[in-house]
């Protein structure tokens, strides 16, 4: 059974950083695309960092691009994102998503692309 667990959320003043890990069991995060999505409060989720299974190309919205970084530990099974100078506009709950994958440099942007996702952590940035 494949599971995605995300960790790492949390309270943050504007300007600071914070790592998300999410977890693959099941399968090697080697034979994953990942992603990670946001849902702001009120709205619907959106995408905000993809990476190959590979893990050798990234894409970012534009909203996080130049603050966030996304990376792939194939040894550890986790992909990360690592948030950096928040904004309160970051305040949202996060998502990482898995699928499988057999092109090593495809990169997947939407949500219906993706077969497996976490339960979601918190981020929340003051001002």
């Known amino acids: 059974q494949v599971q995605l667990v995300e960790s790492g959320g949390g309270l943050v003043q504007a300007g600071g950083s914070l790592r998300l890990s999410c977890a693959t069991s099941?399968?090697?995060?080697?034979?994953?695309?990942m992603g990670w999505f946001r849902q702001l409060p009120g709205k619907e989720r959106e995408f905000a960092a993809a990476?190959?299974?590979?893990?050798?190309?990234?894409y970012y919205a534009d909203s996080v691009k130049g603050r966030f970084t996304i990376s792939k530990v194939h040894a550890a099974d986790t992909v990360y994102l690592q948030m950096d100078r928040l904004k309160p506009e970051d305040t949202a709950v996060y998502y990482c998503?898995?699928?499988?994958?057999?092109?090593?440099?495809?990169?997947?942007?939407?949500?219906?692309?993706?077969?497996?996702w976490g339960q979601g952590t918190q981020v929340t940035v003051s001002s």
């Open positions: 998503a898995g699928r499988l994958g057999y092109v090593p440099a495809d990169l997947y942007l939407g949500e219906s692309d993706y077969d497996y």
């Open positions: 099941g399968r090697s995060a080697s034979t994953y695309a």
């Open positions: 990476i190959s299974l590979s893990g050798d190309r990234t």
